[in-house]
């Protein structure tokens, strides 16, 4: 696994094919496995590789939060498709000194190079976004929202997920699936904006009408 090496322009257009279909390198939020690729980049990936930007910049508002962002940081290897091997650290291990960290240290400041370098595909970047329509990452999810018993009012339960109105989020079908002992879940079909609307944040809202809700189960996510 791997994507060659992200130093290269090669390597950047493997990552932007890979993330053609996703939002993050591993899972559905950002984690650890964003911050290991997001650190092997020498620079924010042009304008045409736009899936790779987009998730460059959006990796990059997490800064003060790398720290304390899921999972364990793994070697590039183990990331990317499978079919491609990764040639980032060999590149890596034998130019340690010339490595640039996105992030910002305290120790070490941006070189006037790579921040010139930085600046310029930003701004072509703006220039490209402000003429043609942006690329918005959506993916469609079937939620299982479990009432406490048979008694539960199943047309309120409803009318309270309905309720939900967000910025990147619209509601769909839904239908009532029996699921024993005369007790019926609600089945709810969604489309949400990756960038805007999560499946926790969807959990919170739903099982905050503790009176109806017992529980929210992703059914099905597929990316749009």
Not at 73 to 84: E, I, N, Q
Not at 190 to 217: H, N, P, R
Request: net charge negative; with cysteine.
């Amino acid at each position: 696994m791997g994507f060659g090496d992200l130093k290269s322009a090669a390597g950047l257009r493997v990552l932007n094919d890979f993330l053609a279909d996703k939002s993050y390198i591993e899972g559905y939020v950002p984690s650890q496995a964003d911050i290991a690729v997001f650190e092997a980049i020498a620079a924010p990936p042009p304008a045409d590789l736009f899936h790779a930007l987009r998730w460059y910049n959006h990796i990059k508002s997490y800064e003060k939060q790398k720290a304390s962002l899921p999972g364990v940081k793994k070697a590039l290897g183990k990331y990317g498709p499978v079919d491609v091997e990764d040639t980032t650290s060999a590149a890596t291990d034998s130019k340690d000194d010339d490595d640039i960290d996105l992030f910002g240290s305290d120790d070490e400041e941006e070189s006037e190079e790579a921040k010139k370098l930085r600046e310029e595909r930003l701004a072509q970047y703006e220039s490209k976004k402000s003429k043609k329509p942006a690329v918005i990452a959506k993916s469609s999810i079937l939620l299982d929202v479990k009432p406490w018993d048979d008694e539960t009012d199943m047309a309120k339960l409803e009318e309270c997920v309905r309720s939900i109105q967000a910025d990147g989020l619209v509601w769909g079908s839904s239908k009532l699936v029996p699921v024993g002992y005369g007790i019926k879940k609600l089945q709810i079909q969604c489309v949400v904006e990756d960038d805007k609307v999560g499946t926790d944040m969807l959990e919170e809202k739903i099982t905050a009408f503790e009176d109806y809700v017992q529980s929210m189960d992703v059914a099905a996510f597929n990316k749009i």
